[in-house]
């Protein structure tokens, strides 16, 4: 990884020395980008950036992420909790407008800062949960229970970068989201659902299990019922950027 960035720090510094020298045209104001590291999450993503004066532009775009397993899953349960989650599945959409203020030579070059809008939204399949109901003298046994819901959220942040062109006729674009962050609020409705009707002793030990899960950065509450459970999330939605994209200046 060390290698890796080193490389593209050279890869860029080398693009600034070679294209120093060179005029900034103004006759190109537009940019399509996509962000190729984004592909690595399956994120598939566009974005479109209008220059409005030669230090200042708007860019905004649109990722969406075809169902799948949740990336880094580990980072927010544990193993055995994992295990909980059968065939577990989510997709998840995301639009970004970001205003740019370039301190380089600006129509789209140099390194900028970005304040940026950002929305969120996540969506899981009908997937299956169990936890492990304690019975007394009857013994433990699995409870299975089927799950599915959906996040939002809303967020701001500030990201700062460097866009680079990759031609001579300006027209090959290198934007570097150097690194970005973001923090607002979310709000979410997940839904269990069990096909056995749950006494009000396995209504505690179904909420109980559900708060020890302890999800890192996500505030959530538990309301349960002899159908199953409601999982009401509201608190703060957060994330970072980074990465690389290639466009074509037009």
Not at 187 to 196: A, H, V
Request: with cysteine; hydrophobic share 35%.
């Amino acid at each position: 990884m060390k290698k890796y960035l080193i490389f593209i720090l050279c890869f860029l510094l080398s693009g600034v020395n070679a294209q120093e020298s060179s005029t900034v045209s103004s006759d190109k104001m537009n940019i399509i980008k996509t962000n190729v590291t984004g592909y690595v999450f399956r994120n598939i993503n566009l974005s479109y950036e209008r220059s409005i004066n030669q230090w200042f532009s708007i860019n905004a775009g649109f990722g969406t992420m075809p169902e799948g397993k949740v990336p880094f899953i580990n980072a927010f349960l544990s193993d055995e909790d994992e295990k909980r989650f059968q065939n577990l599945r989510v997709k998840a959409t995301n639009f970004t407008l970001e205003p740019r203020f370039y301190v380089g030579k600006g129509f789209g070059k140099g390194f900028y800062i970005a304040p940026y809008y950002r929305y969120s939204k996540v969506t899981t399949n009908t997937f299956d949960f169990y936890y492990d109901y304690n019975a007394g003298n009857a013994g433990t046994y699995q409870i299975p229970i089927k799950g599915s819901g959906s996040a939002d959220g809303n967020s701001g942040g500030l990201m700062v970068g460097a866009q680079f062109f990759l031609n001579k006729s300006q027209s090959l674009v290198l934007d570097f989201w150097i690194a970005g962050a973001h923090y607002g609020s979310g709000k979410g409705d997940f839904t269990l659902t069990s096909d056995y009707v749950l006494t009000p002793d396995m209504q505690a030990q179904l909420k109980k299990e559900i708060e020890d899960l302890d999800i890192p950065f996500v505030k959530y509450s538990v309301e349960t019922n002899a159908n199953g459970a409601r999982i009401k999330i509201d608190g703060p939605w957060a994330g970072f950027r980074s990465g690389l994209s290639l466009g074509y200046r037009f």
